[in-house]
């Protein structure tokens, strides 16, 4: 009985082991780098430097020529419910607040302008509120009653640390995967400053909304640090 020959099948070639999960964690590199452990510690350390600098200005002496320039300014910071057009004043916050994160985030070059910024807020601060008969420091820390106080400041810190991560990733060789997560925080300040632009005019139009915003404030900040968990424990290839 005459039997058909079987064509043979050509080889089918293995996948190569890893690459796969080399292809998945390349894709998810730029956020893991992103919410990455030492990277938040970094953010949260610039963020604690800040606040001094910003306190301390708050009671620091001041010159009497500083002083007047300043007070010049102070005059023109709205009041509570003095908002007569919202546009108007969240790009004048908007636009004041992304000239400072610009200044910061040039890699080595940004901690002097992001320090003296952050000193010169503080005298600003403390100005005003001698004008209203308040202490320096506990105006300063009457403005951490209300969300977008945080939001600038930790703005400001991410966008003098994504310039130092440049740096940092220069020296050990991985600046290209840097660039790519330096852009991704570029937007995020610029959200981050949009949203506390957007909380300050509320809060300046009515304070009692201005403390509610803690609400989708807080939801927002859990969810992000869920995030930043889940990327820690996310086993590298």
Not at 43 to 48: H, N, R
Not at 72 to 84: F, I, M, R, Y
Not at 137 to 143: Q, V
Request: aromatic residues 8%.
């Amino acid at each position: 009985m005459a039997t058909e020959s079987i064509p043979e099948r050509p080889p089918v070639e293995a996948p190569v082991s890893g690459q796969s999960s080399d292809d998945e964690a390349r894709k998810g590199s730029v956020a893991s780098e992103l919410l990455g452990r030492w990277r938040v510690i970094l953010v949260a350390a610039v963020l604690v430097v800040e606040l001094g600098i910003f306190f301390g200005a708050a009671v620091a002496p001041v010159d009497e020529t500083t002083r007047q320039a300043l007070s010049d300014e102070a005059k023109n910071l709205p009041g509570p419910g003095t908002v007569s057009d919202p546009m108007r004043f969240f790009t004048i916050i908007f636009s004041n607040n992304m000239r400072i994160a610009l200044f910061s985030m040039p890699p080595a070059m940004g901690a002097v302008p992001f320090a003296a910024s952050i000193y010169t807020t503080g005298q600003l601060i403390q100005v005003a509120a001698a004008s209203s008969g308040v202490s320096g420091l506990n105006y300063a820390a009457f403005l951490f009653l209300f969300p977008f106080a945080i939001l600038e400041l930790g703005a400001y810190a991410l966008a003098l640390s994504s310039g130092l991560m440049v740096l940092y990733s220069w020296r050990m060789k991985r600046l290209r995967l840097e660039l790519k997560v330096f852009a991704l925080e570029f937007l995020l300040v610029v959200a981050l400053l949009a949203v506390a632009a957007a909380m300050e005019v509320a809060t300046i139009a009515s304070p009692p909304i201005g403390l509610a915003l803690w609400i989708p404030t807080g939801l927002v900040g859990v969810a992000i640090g869920l995030s930043a968990r889940r990327a820690a424990r996310r086993p590298t290839a």
